[in-house]
């Protein structure tokens, strides 16, 4: 059975970090793009970061552009968002998806990622 776990949210200060984890399993290859999306109150589920079955292509919302890293270590079947400097407007629940559509590269349409998680809550404060 296909499951993704989230892990890794919690209460940070602004410009402090948080690293996520996508733990992914069910999974015969590593035939699959991963994608971090996030909601907050109220708010349509937006892309934040996406990246290709290799890991040779990642793509950033430019919200997050050069304050958040998004990578994968297939052999442990998992995927990260590294987020840095983080602002208030980060504050959402992070949910990580998986598509196996893309034949190369990934992203952000939800409705092009069939896997998803539970969701884990970030949340910026001071």
């Known amino acids: 059975q296909l499951q993704l776990v989230e892990s890794g949210g919690g209460l940070v200060q602004p410009g402090g970090s948080l690293r996520l984890s996508c733990t992914v399993s069910?999974?015969?290859?590593?035939?699959?793009?991963v994608g971090w999306f996030r909601q907050a109150p109220g708010k349509a589920r937006r892309g934040v970061a996406c990246?290709?079955?290799?890991?040779?292509?990642?793509n950033y919302a430019d919200s997050v552009k050069g304050r958040f890293t998004i990578s994968r270590d297939n052999a442990k079947g998992t995927v990260y968002l590294q987020m840095n400097n983080l602002k208030l407007g980060d504050t959402a629940v992070y949910y990580c998806?998986?598509?196996?559509?893309?034949?190369?590269?990934?992203?952000?349409?939800?409705?092009?990622?069939?896997?998803w998680g539970q969701g884990t809550q970030v949340t910026v404060s001071s």
């Open positions: 069910g999974f015969t290859e590593e035939d699959y793009a």
């Open positions: 990246i290709s079955s290799g890991g040779g292509v990642t």
């Open positions: 998806a998986a598509s196996t559509e893309f034949v190369s590269g990934c992203n952000d349409v939800t409705k092009e990622y069939a896997y």
